[in-house]
């Protein structure tokens, strides 16, 4: 083995060492610690190539700094951390609902509406998206109403 093969096994074993530390945190909602802990995984992740299982903590990591991001009412870098996390793995429905939250908090109703319906067309079960759907409808009929 080379070493270039043995500094990308490393690579790959700091960055899946990162992650359960930095859900720890997140759990523990020491936000500013998990953010930087995702932001680390999500950097050694981008330097190696991805399995589907990696690919799919790496959308967890991009949605989970994403709600950090929210919490901090930081909309438009959640809004890209969600959208990166979709692009991570197209058919994981959160980073999808979470996005469209903040498009339908911002007043974007027919973007809100396309990725709730997305959400729902992945998880039909998904109760929170289906009732976001309806308010996002019902929001945007009453926008209109008032002509604005």
């Given at each position: 083995m080379n070493n270039i093969e043995?500094?990308?096994d490393s690579a790959a074993e700091v960055a899946s060492g990162l992650l359960p530390v930095a859900h720890a945190q997140f759990q523990e909602r020491q936000f500013e610690r998990a953010e930087e802990l995702y932001g680390r995984y999500i950097d050694q992740c981008a330097c190696s190539?991805?399995?589907?299982?990696?690919?799919?903590?790496?959308?967890?990591?991009l949605n989970n700094r994403g709600q950090?991001?929210?919490f901090r009412v930081d909309?438009?870098?959640?809004?890209?951390?969600y959208t990166s996390a979709i692009a991570a793995?197209?058919?994981f429905e959160v980073p999808y609902y979470n996005r469209?939250?903040?498009l339908y908090r911002l007043g974007f109703f027919d973007e809100a509406l396309k990725d709730f319906k997305k959400v729902l067309e992945l998880n039909p079960?998904?109760?929170?998206?289906?009732?976001s759907l309806?308010?996002?409808?019902?929001?945007?009929?009453?926008k209109s109403k008032r002509n604005y």
């Open positions: 043995m500094d990308g190539g991805l399995s589907n299982t990696s690919c799919r903590d790496l959308a967890t990591a950090i991001k929210y909309f438009y870098e959640a809004m890209d951390d793995q197209p058919d469209g939250l903040i079960k998904f109760e929170d998206a289906s009732l309806k308010q996002a409808i019902l929001d945007k009929e009453e």
